[in-house]
């Protein structure tokens, strides 16, 4: 007799309706939009420690005195961080360079992110609604 109960519904419609609303909330919750403060956030928290640290260890370590080649990686960065140097002062003026250009890429990650989302969820849109009209007909 269960059956019956699941037959009635089939008949009545409401399952096919069910199923395409839990599939459009599987998608939602699938791409869901990122959020670009949160994400600038994030990435600018962990590149700011990274520069930080990095730097840090290497003046602790003594490598900057020691061997030049060592070093090089991070004292590039005076080039593109102005104020930064390979000392305990500059590691947090780099600290504070990268954590300013990890916010803007994680900002801009997400806004490119979003916005591809955002074009091809269109397109669907669009070539699903030619695809309905061209099969008007068939529907009846």
Not at 30 to 57: H, Q, S
Not at 117 to 136: S, Y
Request: hydrophobic share 55%; glycine share 14%; proline share 3%.
């Amino acid at each position: 007799m269960a059956n019956a109960g699941e037959s009635a519904l089939r008949e009545g419609g409401r399952e096919p309706a069910a199923l395409a609303e839990r599939r459009r909330a599987a998608i939602r919750r699938t791409f869901l939009r990122l959020d670009p403060l949160a994400l600038g956030c994030g990435v600018g928290a962990a590149a700011g420690l990274a520069v930080l640290l990095a730097t840090l260890v290497l003046v602790f370590r003594g490598a900057v005195a020691g061997d030049p080649f060592v070093a090089a990686n991070l004292k590039s960065l005076a080039a593109f961080f102005p104020g930064y140097r390979l000392d305990v002062a500059g590691a947090f003026v780099g600290g504070a360079w990268g954590a300013a250009t990890g916010f803007v890429a994680g900002v801009a990650t997400a806004g490119f992110r979003n916005l591809a989302l955002a074009l091809v969820f269109g397109w669907a849109r669009a070539t699903a609604g030619r695809w309905r009209r061209r099969h008007l007909l068939d529907e009846i």
